[in-house]
């Protein structure tokens, strides 16, 4: 390894390290706070996920507006009317963060409830979807293991190896 790869691994590590200092030094003030009852324990870590997902939202928005060369094919983002949808994305994410903040600052259950109930049921939405296509699915795999999706074994290795598993599944 050289020692452009040392250094960076070492970097790597050192921001490891340091990520996690700052989650075990962030996990004591928030059980302390969920453990009492406080509301801003709950309303920071809320406020930081609705504030990202919404920062994201204008960030895609104001990229859509403001891009200057536009592929060949993405001829439909050449349409004004897009630049009108990207703009209205940046308002509407900082008016819902504006509407946010201040339902936070009020204390109001409503600011925090609506953003962790589209989180939760977005969730288990995707969970349900999981299930559904492992219920719907239309073969069946039977018995199979990682160690027997492994290289073609000859004649008489397989022969052993598939008595083995039948007894193992027995």
Known sequence: MNSENNLSLKRSKQIGAWICLGTSLAAGPFLV??????????????AVGVLGALQLAFWIGY??????????????YRDPGSRRIAVAI????VLLAV???????????????????????GMLGMVFWIGWAIVTQSTVIQNTTLADAGPEESEEEGGAADEARDERVS
């Open 33 to 46: 706070g969920v453990f009492q009852g406080a509301y801003w324990a709950l309303a920071i870590p809320v």
């Open 63 to 76: 990229t859509i507006s403001t891009v200057d060369s536009i592929p060949e094919d993405a001829e439909q």
């Open 90 to 93: 940046c308002a509407g994410s």
């Open 99 to 121: 509407l946010f903040l201040a339902g936070v600052f009020q204390g109001s259950y409503l600011a925090l409830a609506l953003p962790v109930t589209v989180a939760v049921l």
